[in-house]
Every structure is written in structure tokens, then in C-alpha cells.
């Protein structure tokens, strides 16, 4: 817990320190000044994981003794000095016993294991140091410093150490470092299969029996573009590497750049064992395109992906992301008030510390991933070349016992856990805290695949828990079944090398160089995030046999949807994809929503079958049944959801959003009546269902926007009221509307939408000013009470907007930029969006306000958002929109015409294919950032058809 909150502690560690200190001095091989070093890095470490145990205590007994008076000093100030002399006496702890009967006996246990590994540290030192002079950079002097903790605690208090000597440094482990050396042997045979100037490798290792030192590697960046391509080709080598033997949990501490080499600094999880994933709900389809991805290059842990545990949300822990500027603020403990009789425990919001894992300051890892995947299938091919020969199995006996370890549950799981059983709540009655934690990691085992079930186990890692410790399992690849806490064991036994080369032999091998492709949007935040590539080149524009090319294209991209589909025995149906969820992107198998997800799709389809059902497109065999999967597969999806909604178990409310949310699944139900793929009863009903989980996601929504926030379902609320005939769901919007007037921040330069992850509030129409003030436009023409106060709103988040125009620019400015730089002319925060909202606006309230701004917005997208890729979202296919809505309206750039248009969208498409703007080559079948869209788009492209746009929440009427 961060803050300046420091009563003394002497009376729980001093006579330990002290005994701790005799038994240093005393051990053959340290000088004094050694023994000194190593008690105080071990005082140092414990001091602070004391601390981090009873800080909370100690704020509650603060604020006890202030309350009932027993502070008398004058000031704040002065009362906290009181109380902190009060608190460094033997008494004050005594009399925290009555209250916390187990938190002395508790902290004696930790306290003790901390000091006899401290003790255990510096015999081994002691007894290796002569053989340390064989790793490179190891001190060969007097030791200087020791940092204790770096890592968690397993074990008995043990953990990871760096020594310093006046001349180097050592890494100590408490574990056998058998696989890490046995694992350099192996990059060894295969490393003249490698390019010149590609190196891979772990640290040089001295191994004991229970424990090791490793050479310790230093970071550093690379010295130019040579340097970098060898990295990232690396990486590639690295991913086939840990592929083939199992690999797992490699988060970006367990790698480091230093320079043209990627490092792994700890591969102690080789030969993970696979367990079966649970039954999802949401059908076989969903649970297969799950095994697939359990069983991918996604597993390793060094491809990006985004957190989704309690705290961890939205973050990246990957060893290729953790991008700089592209992680979520994390919310951590802190002492507010520090240094007065009013310190409480308050949270702050932090960016997460770089480490050492990446290969430049400020990594653009689009410029390089194809070398990543040029790394990945070379040394794949090598790998299958020495199993055809017979030698790859030979090449892998040498892991067969030694010890490796598993990690069944997330560490940030056991953390937070960690952090409840030491709540003073908890202190005071350990029991039933205790059997809390045991029923919470009951449940973790029935929801996470490996996780141990076993009640004997669970009792042990609780036991863990309490003394201070990470629970800590471990197996050899030849045995299979695994030793965990407290002397438990589980799992049954099997040969998990015999097992890795199965899996590499059955692999999908392009699956994973899919995955790969589209793991690279998982680094980045924002939906709206381009890479920094070149623009495709200007297609030949032919105006002959426009609308056959138009046909011909849709139908070969809805030939590709039916291709990629993963497809279930009971007739569900999905497909694997990077898709945007409430905590970033991610690569999985497609969310119920309508910006990337199974909804999205689903709206396409059926768009296709109306067309042709119309006789504008042509017959794809087998669309109509992936249609009808495709349906099935949401069906089940939201009754499952629906049904855990209604048990006791708790869970966090859907985002309410216009695009991920609630809010989409109203008005794609509305959509998917209105052509024909649903009845409209059905569609009615389950439209009115999900209005009443709007409430609750309302009032836990902390972000606003159209996409993912409130504002985004305040249109499809009123299209169902429409629809419905019930003025409640009109009235459920404006009570939304209410709630908007009471968020926004109004200055001088308009209104806009502050939230936990952007403190000043945003323009554009995904997540800012412009998509909020369309949804309180759209609610004051629907006649609502307070439609005065939501005209006055919008005009006034309008003027916000507008206060980021750059004319220079040709655009409006993107805040989410450190500094702010005119941004691409994309649907989610540029021209785009903003051109969308001011043809819809134009078309129902002629003025020369809307005129102007659809003007602006036009010439913006056509100067500077197209060439880029195809989608709705940031590409060509999303700014034709703006572009002809504007030439119709006469506003358009001057000299175009809607048939130029027409075929600059046809021949872009035909050149270069459907490109994404996520990765260009991943496969992305969503409807903003991917195929789905462009299809729906070449579909609405001719002239007099009837679908509606989908680059607002809005069905129709």
C-alpha cells in the first residue's frame, strides 16, 4: 500500500533481525561487512511485507483512537505523533490480540520464514561463491547490496534475490535451475538452423539441487533497424521454441531486451499439462474455438492480450506488449492523509512500470511483425524437419526429470485473495475468512480449466496464503501429476513430453500464424489505432459493370466468412478473431456485440439474405444455414446469460453501449426483424427483455460514450418504444439523458464526458462529445421531458467538438494523444464519426450549421482517411458514407460524384482485397473493424437500396 504511513514496526521483526544478525555473523565464508549487507536487504524486505500485512489494521485503530477521543494533542498533526508513540509499545500490540486473536502468531510465521531464508541465502552464497566466477557478471568482490522479494514468495518465505558485488551481480533462486540449463542445451543443437545474427537464449546457470544463480541480464536497446529485426525475428524463434515444449506464463518480466537478443529469464513452466476446458454455455462451437486457442501460441504468454481479473482488467502482462502509453491506469492502495490522525485508506490510479522486455523506447511492433511470423515458421520448419528424421523426440528426453513448475491459478488471483484473509475484518475472525477463501478457490477450480478442486489442497494453499506465500506446484515432465502445498498432490499422471510432441505434431499450424497475425491489436488500447504503414496505392478506377463487381466481391467475402467458421456439433457456429471486449482486445472466439462480435456478423447476413432474396446479390451456397447457426449460437448465448443473471450468483452488469453492450443487442434484434431473419415477435420480446438490464448497467457504467456507455443506448431505447407501442423505453432514455446532464463538464469550450480513463473528456463519436451530444440531439426530437435541457446539452458538446477543429489540420484533434495530432478521419474518433452524425443531424434539422460541418468532415475524410484499409471503422468503406452523403447533399469535395465514388470503392476492393485495419493480414470478420462491414457496405452501396447505415445505433423506424 502506497503513502507515507510508517509507525514503527520493531517490536514485530527486531528480535528476529537481532537472532537473524548473530546467525549471519557466524556463517563461514561472509565477511562482517557481507553479513551486514545481506540483514539489512532482509530487514529492508521485511519491513515492507509487514507492512503491506498490517497497514490496514493499524489505519483502523488510528481512526478508533480518534473517534473515541483518546488522542488529545492540538492539531491533526500532533495526534498522529501521539498515537504513532502509542503504537510502538509492547502494550499496543498486546491489546490488538482480544480484537485480532491470530495476527501476532501469523506475522511471527512470516517473519521467522523470511529471516531463515535470508539465513538459507547466505550459506549457499557462502558455500558457492568460488564457482559463481563461471557465470558471467557474477561479483567477484565483497557483496555491496542484496534486494530480497524480487518476485513472489513461495515456500517458506523464499524468493527471488539479486546480490551486488563492486563488480557485478547474481541472481539467486530457490528452485532447481535443471530445466533452465537443460533448456540452453537445446537452443544450442538447434541454433546453426538460425540466421546469422538471430540469437536466442536463457541466462548462464549455476544449478544445485533445490536452488540456482543465474547470470543476471542487463537490458538494453537496440542499436539500430538491424538490431531490431534480429529481435522481433527472435521473438518469432522463441514462440516455435516454447510451442514445442509447452511453454507457458512468459509475462513480460520474464523477458529482456537486451539488445538484439531476447532473453527469457525465467522458463521454469515448460511442459505445462492441458486441461480440459469447461462447458462455456454458449455451445460446442464457442467451447471448440476455445481448445483451439488453449492449445495455440496464445497459451505462451509472450503474444499480447488483455487482463480481465478483479483489478487486473484491460491489462497487459505479455512479454511482446506491455506497450508504453497503451496499458489502462491501475487503481492501487494508498494512505491518504498521511501523517495525521485522519490517514485512511483511499485509491490511486497509477501507470504500470516499464520493465525491461522490450527492444526500443517507443516500440512499433507493426513495422516488425512479419518478422515475427518469418521467425515462427522458420524455425517451425526446422523442428519438423528433425521430427521427420526421428531426432526431435531424443532432443527432448534430457526434460524428463527434471523438475518443472506449474501455475494452476493466476498469481493475481492468490493476491487478491492474499489481500482479504489479511483484512482486519478477516483477522478477527480467521476461521470464517478462511473458509470464504476456501469457498471462492472451490469456485475458481469449477470456472478455471487445471485448476485444483480438491478440498485437501484448496486447505493448503489457505494455509499459504496465511503465512505470506504464493502457493507453489510443481511436477516433472515423466511423472505429470503434481506436488503442491502443505504436501498435497493432484492431477492425474501422464508423460507431458510424450504429450507436447503429439500436440506439436496435430498442430494447426495456421491457425497459429493466424493467431500471431492477430495478436498484434491486443497491444494497443484504442479500437480506433492504425498502424503506421503506408497508404495502399490508388486503385485504376473503371465506372463498366460497377454492380457485377460489386456482386462478385460481396459473394466472395461471404464464401470466406462460411471458410473461416468454427463450427459445432450441435449446429453453433463462431469464429476466431481479435475482437473488442469492456477490457481492450482480445483474441477469441467472437462477443455477443454488434462493433466486432456475433451480432455484427449475424446483421451482415442477414443483409445479404434479404439482398438476395431481392435478386441484388448473388446465391451463396450455405449462407442461409450459417445464418440460422449463427442466430441459434446468440439465442444461446443470451439465455444462458440470462439464466445466470436470474441465480444467486453474483456478477458485474454488461456494459450498456451502443456497440458493446446492451444497447447493441436491442437495436440488432429490431434490425434483424425489420430484415427478415427474425420474427418480429421474437425480436420484440427479446428487445424487451434486455431493456431491463439496462438499469443496472447504467448505474455501473464509468465511461458514457456511445460504444460502450450509456449514451449508446438512449437511440435503440427509442426505436423501442417505436416499435413496442410502450412509452416506458422512451422514458428509460431520458432518464439516461438525466443522468448525462449530471456527468458532463461544461466550460467555456463546450461539454464533454470526463471518466476514469480519460480525465478530460474526448471529441469524436466512439467515446466523446460527438456521440454523446447525437444521443441527447436524438432524445430532444423524441419529445421526452427535459428535451429543452438535452437540446441545450448536445448543442453545447457540439461546441466542444468544434473547439477542436485544426483547420491547418484539415481535421479534429485527437485528445487521447499526449499531444494532441489531427487524427486519421476515422468513424470512432475522427472526421468520420463526426461527418456520420452531421448527415443524419442535416437530413432531419436543415441548417447551414450541419452544412458546414458535413462539408469539413467530407473533405477531411477524402483528403486524409482514405488508402488506409477498408473498414467502418478507420477505413474507406466507413468515410464512403460521409463522402456520399455529402456529394448527395452537394457538399461533397469538389469534382467528386457519387459514380466516381462508387468505383474508387469498387477498384480499391478489387486490388487489394478486404483489408482490415487491425492487422492487415488477420482475418477480422467483425462489422466496424472488419470483413463484415465492408460486405454490408458493398451490399448498401447501390443505388435505392433499403438497408439502413449501421455507423449509428439506430435501426430505423
Known amino acids: 500500500m502506497a503513502g507515507d504511513f510508517d509507525p514503527s514496526l520493531d517490536h514485530l521483526t527486531a528480535p528476529a533481525l537481532r537472532r537473524l544478525s548473530a546467525v549471519l555473523a557466524s556463517v563461514p565464508g561472509l565477511t562482517a561487512a557481507e553479513a551486514r549487507v545481506i540483514h539489512r536487504g532482509a530487514a529492508e524486505a521485511l519491513e515492507e511485507t509487514v507492512r503491506r500485512k498490517v497497514n490496514r489494521v493499524l489505519l483502523l485503530e488510528l481512526n478508533a483512537a480518534r473517534i473515541s477521543g483518546r488522542l488529545t494533542g492540538a492539531t491533526p498533526e500532533d495526534r498522529w505523533r501521539e498515537w504513532k508513540a502509542t503504537a510502538a509499545t509492547p502494550e499496543f500490540w498486546r491489546s490488538l490480540t482480544p480484537h485480532y486473536p491470530t495476527m501476532r502468531s501469523r506475522l511471527a510465521v512470516i517473519v521467522a520464514n523470511r529471516c531463515a531464508a535470508a539465513e538459507e541465502l547466505a550459506r549457499r552464497f557462502a558455500a558457492d561463491r568460488a564457482d559463481l566466477a563461471a557465470l558471467p557478471g557474477a561479483p567477484g568482490g565483497d557483496l555491496t547490496q542484496v534486494r530480497f522479494g524480487a518476485g513472489d514468495s513461495h515456500r517458506g518465505g523464499r524468493a527471488v534475490a539479486v546480490l551486488h558485488g563492486s563488480d557485478g551481480r547474481v541472481v539467486y533462486k530457490p528452485r532447481s535451475l535443471a530445466v533452465d540449463r537443460e533448456l540452453a542445451r537445446l537452443i544450442a543443437r538447434l541454433a546453426p538452423a538460425l540466421p546469422h545474427g538471430t540469437v536466442i537464449r536463457v541466462p548462464e546457470v549455476l544449478s544445485r539441487l533445490e536452488y540456482g544463480w543465474a547470470e ?30 509447452g511453454g507457458s506464463d512468459l509475462h513480460a518480466e520474464n523477458l529482456i531486451a537486451a539488445g538484439p537478443a531476447p532473453v527469457v529469464v525465467d522458463c521454469e513452466t515448460l511442459f505445462t499439462p492441458h486441461a480440459a476446458l469447461k462447458p462455456s454455455g454458449h455451445g460446442a462451437a464457442v467451447d471448440r474455438a476455445s481448445e483451439l486457442l488453449m492449445g495455440s501460441v496464445l497459451r505462451i504468454g509472450l503474444l499480447p492480450g488483455r487482463g480481465a481479473a478483479l483489478g487486473w482488467r484491460g491489462v497487459d502482462v505479455s512479454a511482446l506488449g506491455a506497450l508504453p502509453g497503451q496499458q489502462p491506469h491501475v487503481r492501487v492502495p494508498v494512505v491518504v492523509d498521511a501523517g495525521t490522525d485522519t490517514a485512511r485508506v ?36 526446422h523442428l519438423d524437419a528433425l521430427d521427420r528424421r526421428g531426432d526431435l523426440g531424443g532432443m527432448l528426453a534430457g526434460f524428463a526429470d527434471l523438475p518443472v513448475r506449474v501455475v494452476p491459478r493466476a498469481t493475481e488471483a492468490y493476491a487478491e485473495l492474499a489481500r482479504m484473509l489479511w483484512h482486519p475484518g478477516s483477522l ?67 508423460d507431458l513430453i510424450a504429450d507436447a510432441l503429439r500436440r506439436w505434431r496435430e498442430r494447426e499450424s495456421a491457425l497459429d500464424r493466424d493467431v500471431i497475425r492477430a495478436a498484434l491489436v491486443s497491444a494497443y488500447l484504442n479500437e480506433g489505432w492504425l498502424p503506421r504503414t503506408a497508404r495502399m496505392a490508388a486503385p485504376l478506377i473503371r465506372h463498366d459493370d460497377l454492380d457485377p463487381r460489386r456482386r462478385r466481391l460481396a459473394a466472395g467475402m461471404a464464401r470466406r466468412l462460411l471458410d473461416a467458421a468454427v463450427r459445432g456439433d450441435d449446429g453453433t457456429v463462431t469464429w476466431i478473431a481479435p475482437v473488442l471486449t469492456s477490457s481492450g482486445w482480445s483474441v477469441q472466439s467472437l462477443t455477443a456485440d454488434v462493433y466486432g462480435g456475433a451480432h455484427g456478423v449475424a446483421i451482415t447476413l442477414a443483409a445479404y439474405a434479404a439482398e438476395t432474396a431481392r435478386g441484388e446479390a448473388d446465391e451463396v451456397p450455405g449462407l442461409d444455414r450459417l445464418l440460422a447457426d449463427l442466430l441459434h449460437t446468440i439465442r444461446l448465448a443470451e439465455d444462458d446469460d440470462a439464466a445466470l443473471r436470474r441465480s444467486a450468483t453474483p456478477r458485474r452488469p454488461d456494459p450498456p453501449g451502443g456497440y458493446v453492450g446492451i444497447g447493441s443487442w436491442i437495436w440488432s434484434w429490431l434490425l434483424l426483424g425489420r430484415l427478415g431473419a427474425v420474427a418480429d415477435h421474437e425480436a420484440l420480446t427479446r428487445a424487451c427483455a434486455l431493456a ?9 457504467d464509468e465511461v458514457y460514450d456511445l460504444l460502450g456507455g450509456m449514451a449508446g443506448a438512449v437511440v435503440p431505447l427509442l426505436r423501442l418504444a417505436g416499435r413496442a407501442g410502450d412509452a416506458r423505453y422512451a422514458a428509460q432514455a431520458g432518464e439516461i439523458g438525466e443522468r448525462l446532464v449530471t456527468l458532463a463538464a461544461d466550460d467555456g469550450r463546450g461539454a464533454r464526458w470526463p471518466n476514469a480513463d480519460n480525465r478530460t473528456g474526448l471529441g469524436g463519436m466512439a467515446h466523446g462529445s460527438t456521440g454523446i451530444g447525437w444521443a441527447l440531439a436524438r432524445l430532444s426530437d423524441a419529445g421526452v421531458p427535459g428535451a429543452e435541457r438535452f437540446a441545450a446539452l448536445a448543442d453545447r458538446a457540439f461546441l466542444f467538438e468544434e473547439s477542436l477543429y485544426d483547420a491547418d489540420g484539415d481535421g479534429w484533434l485527437d485528445l487521447r494523444e499526449t499531444e494532441p495530432q489531427v487524427t486519421a478521419s476515422a468513424w470512432c474518433h475522427g472526421a468520420g464519426g463526426i461527418g456520420v452524425v452531421a448527415a443524419d443531424l442535416l437530413a432531419r434539422r436543415a441548417s447551414p450549421r450541419w452544412q458546414d460541418v458535413l462539408r469539413r468532415a467530407a473533405a477531411s475524410c477524402w483528403k486524409l482517411g482514405m488508402g488506409w484499409n477498408h473498414t467502418l471503422c478507420h477505413g474507406d468503406l466507413g468515410n464512403w458514407e460521409v463522402l456520399d452523403r455529402a456529394v448527395e447533399a452537394g457538399l461533397g469535395p469538389g469534382g467528386l460524384t457519387r459514380e466516381h465514388l462508387y468505383a474508387y470503392m469498387i477498384g480499391t476492393v478489387e486490388e487489394h482485397g478486404p483489408i482490415t485495419g487491425l492487422a492487415r493480414d ?10 463484415c462491414g465492408i460486405l454490408y457496405q458493398l451490399l448498401r452501396a447501390r443505388p435505392g437500396t433499403p438497408l439502413p447505415s449501421v455507423l449509428l445505433p439506430d435501426p430505423g423506424a
Not at 348 to 357: C, D, K, L, Y
Not at 922 to 931: K, R, T
Request: with cysteine; proline share 9%; aromatic share 8%.
Open 216 to 245: 543476471h541480464i542487463a537490458h538494453r536497446y537496440c542499436a539500430g533497424d538491424a538490431e531490431l529485426r534480429a529481435f522481433y525475428r527472435g521473438i518469432g524463434h522463441w514462440l516455435a521454441l516454447m510451442r514445442l515444449v
Open 346 to 381: 483511499g485509491v490511486q490510479r497509477v501507470e504500470m512500470e516499464a520493465v525491461g522486455n522490450h527492444p526500443s523506447p517507443d516500440p512499433v511492433l507493426a513495422r516488425y511483425w512479419d518478422l515475427v511470423l518469418d521467425g515462427f515458421a522458420e524455425l517451425s520448419r
Open 428 to 494: 478477527h475472525d480467521e476461521a470464517a475468512a478462511c473458509r470464504e477463501a476456501a469457498r471462492l478457490l472451490t469456485e475458481h477450480a469449477g470456472n478455471q480449466p487445471g485448476a485444483p478442486p480438491d478440498p485437501k489442497v484448496i486447505d493448503a494453499e489457505v494455509t499459504e496464503l496465511l503465512n505470506g506465500d504464493i502457493p507453489f506446484f510443481a511436477t516433472t515432465p515423466a511423472r505429470g501429476r503434481m506436488d503442491g502445498p502443505g504436501g498435497t498432490a493432484f492431477g492425474e499422471e501422464q
Open 692 to 700: 431491463g438490464e439496462l438499469p443496472a448497467a447504467v448505474a455501473a
Open 922 to 931: 488477420a482475418f477480422a470478420p467483425g462489422l466496424l473493424p472488419g470483413m
